[in-house]
C-alpha cells in the first residue's frame, strides 16, 4: 500500500472517532445527569422549608437542555396545596449564585394566560387553539422586587412576555390582522411595554407547511 493510500485511511478513521466523540459529547449534553436532578431536589424542597409557609411538593424537575431558560439548567417544579394547576420552578440562578423561586412569573404567566385566551377563541374560534406558551423572565419577581406574598397584577408592570400561540389549522388571510389586534389591546389594556408574540399552525403539513406569524411589539 503506497503512502497516500495510507494517509488517506488514517485520516478517515481520525475523522471517524472524532465524529463519534462529537455525537458522545452532544448527547452527554442533551441527556439529564440524575445526580444533578437529585440534588436540585434537596436544595428546592431546603428553600422552600425556609421561604414559604403554604404547603408545597416537589413534584418533578426541569432540565433546560435547550437553553431556554437562561436563568438555569436545572430547576425543581413545585405544586401548592392552595391552587391545583399552579405550578412554579425553584432553581440555582446562574448569575447571581444563590436559589430564587418563579412565583412572581408564573402568576403573571396565569393572569395573561386567561386575559389572551378569551380573545383568541374570540378571534379564532373555542375549538381552534391547539397550545399557548407563555413566559415571563423565571426571575422578575427577583429584579422588581416583588413579595410572593403581595403581587401586584402585571398590568403597568415592566416586564415583556414571550408568546406562542399554536392554531389548530392552517394560515388564513386574517390572522396576522388578528394577532395585531390582540398585540394592541395588551398594550392599552394591560399596558405591556414590550414582548414577543409567534402565531403557529399545525395543519399537518409534511412538505410546504404555513410560516409562523412573529410579531416583537
Known sequence: MD?????????????????????????LGLTEDSGQAEEVIDDAEQYLADHFDQQTEVVDTLFDNTG??????????????????FRFLVYYHNQYDEFMD????ETWEYE???FL??????????????DMWITYPKDIGHHLNID????????????KPII???????????????????I?????????????????????????SDRNIREEF
Not at 5 to 21: E, P, T
Not at 102 to 105: D, L
Not at 164 to 182: A, F, K, P, Y
Open 148 to 159: 410572593r406574598n403581595d403581587i401586584p397584577s402585571l398590568q403597568g408592570q415592566s416586564a
Open 68 to 85: 431556554v431558560y437562561e436563568q438555569f439548567r436545572y430547576a425543581a417544579i413545585v405544586e401548592t396545596e392552595e391552587h391545583d394547576h
Open 184 to 208: 394592541s389591546l395588551m398594550r392599552s389594556e394591560l399596558d405591556i411595554p414590550g414582548g414577543s408574540f409567534t402565531l403557529g399552525f399545525n395543519d399537518n403539513a409534511l412538505i410546504f
Open 102 to 105: 418563579s412565583y412572581v412569573a
Open 3 to 27: 503512502a497516500k493510500k495510507k494517509a488517506l485511511i488514517a485520516g478517515l478513521i481520525i475523522v471517524f472517532f472524532l465524529l463519534i466523540g462529537v455525537f458522545y459529547l452532544s448527547y
Open 117 to 130: 385566551t378569551a380573545e383568541l377563541e374570540d378571534r379564532f374560534g373555542t375549538d381552534i387553539i391547539h
Open 112 to 114: 395573561l394566560e386567561q
Open 164 to 182: 406562542r400561540v399554536t392554531l389548530d389549522r392552517g394560515q388564513e388571510s386574517d390572522d396576522e390582522d388578528h394577532m395585531n389586534e390582540i
